[in-house]
């Protein structure tokens, strides 16, 4: 079992930015990917990026060059770095675990809400 704990969602200004953290906790050596989604009201759940134990990193188009996600490998914790937010980026935000050698499993966070203001 992983758990996954986030924190760091709020009410922004458009903008401005925010941090989310997310660490995990459990059976954290079969992680192989953690990363970051969302989901807006009434839309399908989308990866907003991801970062893999072999630490390649990939983005939705939609965030590329405002949001950066890094990891701390000693504390298994991802964090996502929001910066010029936008109101189109208000969503509730969700930590995601894979593990497993074919990612079989997932594992997530029990969300964070952004709201950004215009």
């Known amino acids: 079992q992983v758990q996954l704990v986030e924190s760091g969602g709020g009410l922004v200004q458009a903008g401005g930015s925010l941090r989310l953290s997310c660490a995990a906790s459990g059976s954290i050596f079969s992680i192989n990917a953690m990363g970051w989604y969302r989901q807006a009201p009434g839309k399908q759940r989308e990866l907003v990026a991801v970062?893999?134990?072999?630490?390649?990193?990939d983005y939705a188009d939609s965030v590329k060059g405002r949001f950066t996600v890094s990891r701390d490998n000693a504390k298994m914790t991802v964090y996502l770095h929001m910066n010029s937010l936008k109101p189109e980026d208000t969503a509730v935000y969700y930590c995601?675990?894979?593990?497993?050698?074919?990612?079989?499993?997932?594992?997530w966070g029990q969300g964070t809400q952004v709201t950004v203001s215009s």
């Open positions: 995601h675990a894979a593990t497993g050698e074919s990612y079989e499993y997932d594992y």
């Open positions: 970062i893999t134990s072999g630490g390649s990193i």
